[in-house]
């Protein structure tokens, strides 16, 4: 007995894929089984489960009169259960099972984003389920006090903190007409693309400003962290700088263009900040919620918010994507090949924060780039050649492998991908899991080898 438990706990590095990897699937397979009971086909009821599962988004519901508030509700926590990973909830919930929780928390958490806050995974995964239900909840009273009903408040606050973008309205935020909710989805957005863990160190460290001392008469002691000091742990973080950078700038260029292109000169200008930066954070975090129709907009705003689909939130995030660490990295990388070009016998080194990366850091970083643009332009060429349509074919696959949501056209914020080939819509599930397992996670397992020299493989 104490040998089969041994051999649990010793799992190696593929078999902990293989659980997160297969895991996904086999919950996407079940959680399509409520949707059967409202006349959905197989295929589109696994779609909206993997939709919901991997916090993508995208749907098929053309008729929003088809499902009841309870089945929304349903709906909305298949993403919220999904954003911050159900292996990482398993492990935070169920220690009991005794199974290789560390190696299944970072089979599941982005391989750059290793920051702990407690020397137990356990103990790391369960601060991070505390502070991601927290913030739900605080989502879903700022959106019930905007004037939103309870359960739709609560279906809107799963979709935005799980940074996948499933909403009761048919028009999604914008069908509400409510700017504070709008406000209120900002900033819940922002956090849902930031840091997980990051967010959590602040929060211990501000709360952290007074400790028990029991060597001493006064048992309450202030410590000397200021504000500012808690702080520094975000502004210190290049991944979060890029994040901030990114969202400015898009946020600006998209309100120029909206200015001077689209709206009337006598809109507010508040109107049009709200506007460009509610859907650039959608876009950007992976959200997909729309507080308007974008398809509507100019092709160079539109330009904009396809730019910002390849970048995903930040490592350690309910965000989907390529993560902006990566994309840090990559611009880091790319930078020194130039530099290297132009002095060949410089000594040129890649830092990101306090470290030094090694090129042994970066190639897989690299090497996952280029999985990325193949899966995804395989996936959008087959789409295209179905759907007769460039456009709907690429940014459908982006939008799928992203785990965004909406693309454009007749798949934009208030279009569906309902009438889509039973082909384009098989493809488009492997896409959203293959995104959700950040592609190589997946890609592995085609390979031969891996099926061989496990406990569940093939045998030599």
Sequence with gaps: M????????????????????????????????PYMF?????????????????TTGSTILSDFGKLNISMFFYRGFTQWIGGLGILVIFVALLPQLAIAGRQLFFAEVSAESKDKLSPRIKDTAYQLLVWYTLVTLLCTLGLWFSGIGFIESASNAFATLAAAGFSPNSESIGGYHNAAAEWVIIVFMFLAGANFVLQVKIIKSFFGGIKINKNSSNKFVKNDNTLWDNMKIFLSNSEFIAYILIIVVAATIVSLVLASKYYPSETSYIYIIRQSLFQCLSILTTTGSASYDYEL???AAKGILAILMFIGGCSGSAGGGMKVIRIVILAKYFWKVLLKNIYPEAVIRIRLDNRTLRENDVLPIVSFFMFYILVFFI??????????????GYSGSIACLGNIGPGFESIGPMGNFANWHIISKCVAIFLMWAGRLEVVALMVFFHPDIWRGSKWGIAR
């Design 2 to 33: 104490s040998d089969k438990k041994a051999e649990m706990d010793e799992l190696n590095r593929m078999e902990s894929l293989a659980v997160v990897v297969f895991g996904w699937l086999i919950l996407a397979l079940i959680g399509s089984i």
């Design 38 to 54: 409202f006349d959905f086909s197989f295929v589109d009821s696994l779609f909206e489960s993997m939709s919901g599962f991997t």
């Design 297 to 299: 907009w100019p092709v």
């Design 379 to 392: 996936g959008g060429t087959i789409i295209s050649l179905l759907e007769n349509s460039f456009v709907v």
